[in-house]
């Protein structure tokens, strides 16, 4: 509460244009916009340019952006997203004009959040394997006829939310195909393996063959040259059998379905950063864990192993102890972490952020 009070106090100070409150601020927002942007490149030159522009944006106006702060979260945490709408809508720009060429860029900064949406959508150990190839279907979609999905973003409303908002529209797609079994036919199981993989992407995700060397410089390394390219499609065009059908209909972007939530692509920003509050609050929970008792340990781990509460009779049972026992247990188990974890400024993060 103290920091609140604090940092709307400097807000409020900033605004009213003192200068030692805007300097104050600068200093504090350093690190947070560097942080940022050195997230996005390895080049040391290209993340300086990107913390210049992105500290002018903060200053821009008398501060005008720090108006929105309401102080129910920290003012680096506010900062931090203020930062990354800036940075969010000048990769969607640049992508706008240069396609491809800008993708590293655009993953550094959005790869995180896709990740998420596609372990939300895919949880559970049964979609291990399938969650890497929806996470590739996403790329191959934003990347598809020079970024055009991307190219639309108008800059209004949050760039993050717009991402996550046409990549659950691809996600979609992917799932729905699903449904059906797909097997590459005997011959092209013979191929070697950029065969088989651009037998996938042209006969079942139905990628241009212009796209094919950009969207596989995305995803290989060394990626391969567009003489081997072409002398792999002509393999893949004499193996695949003359009555082969694609197994799976071909679905516009325009025909998926809205999110199943109905959430705005606000929301779904909004929840991509509860998510990460949530891991980060699960991290502190860990280390409260490693001091307990292992009696203690071992009530936690069951208690979290599954999705419905174990009842009592049933720890009693696991643990070899009377049921009374269990009772006291839990009550002495949750006193401890609450006194450990009541302060953690990850886990009050979290409780904001829910």
């Known amino acids: 509460m103290k920091h609140d009070c604090e940092d709307r106090g400097l807000v409020r100070a900033v605004l009213a244009g003192e200068p030692d409150a805007q300097a104050h601020l600068i200093r504090r927002a350093a690190d947070t916009v560097w942080t940022c942007c050195r997230g996005l490149t390895a080049d040391e030159a290209r993340a300086r340019a990107a913390f210049e522009s992105a500290m002018a944006a903060v200053q821009a106006e008398n501060f005008a952006c720090l108006r929105a702060f309401d102080g129910r979260s920290r003012l680096d945490t506010f900062l931090a997203l203020v930062v990354r709408d800036f940075l969010g809508r000048d990769v969607l720009r640049r992508v706008a004009e240069d396609g491809p060429k800008r993708w590293s860029a655009f993953e550094a900064l959005f790869g ?11 949880s559970g150990p049964l979609w291990t394997e399938t969650r890497q190839d929806a996470y590739q279907e996403i790329c ?8 055009h999905r991307l190219a639309a973003y108008d800059g209004r ?5 717009f991402v996550l908002h046409v990549a659950d529209r691809l996600l979609l797609d992917f799932m729905r195909g699903l449904r059906a079994r797909r097997r590459l036919p005997a011959a092209v199981m013979r191929l070697a393996p950029l065969d088989q993989e651009l037998f996938r992407m042209v006969w079942w995700r139905g990628v241009r063959e212009e796209d094919l060397g950009a969207t596989l410089a995305q995803r290989s390394d060394p990626p391969p040259s567009g003489a081997d390219i072409v ?3 002509e393999r893949v065009r004499r193996a695949v059998p ?15 379905p809205e999110p199943e939530t109905g959430a705005s692509p ?16 699960a991290d502190a929970l860990r280390e409260a864990a490693e001091s ?4 203690e340990q071992l009530y936690l781990r069951l208690m979290l192993a599954g999705t419905e509460p174990v009842p009592a009779r049933e720890m009693a049972r696991l643990m070899q ?11 002495r188990l949750m006193k401890t972490l609450k006194e450990r974890l009541a302060d953690h400024p990850a886990v009050k993060n979290w409780l904001a952020s829910v």
């Open 112 to 122: 995180g959040e896709l990740r998420r949406l596609v372990q939300r959508r895919l």
């Open 140 to 147: 191959t979609g934003l990347v598809a006829d020079d970024c």
């Open 157 to 161: 409303g949050s760039p993050g939310g």
């Open 231 to 233: 002398a792999a499609l």
């Open 242 to 256: 003359a009555d082969y059908q694609r197994p799976v209909r071909q679905i516009a972007l325009s025909d998926a």
């Open 266 to 281: 606000e929301t779904l920003m909004l929840e991509g950063e509860g998510e990460q509050a949530l891991a980060l609050a």
């Open 292 to 295: 307990l008792s292992a009696k």
């Open 321 to 331: 102890i009377p049921v009374e026992d269990v009772y006291r247990l839990r009550q």
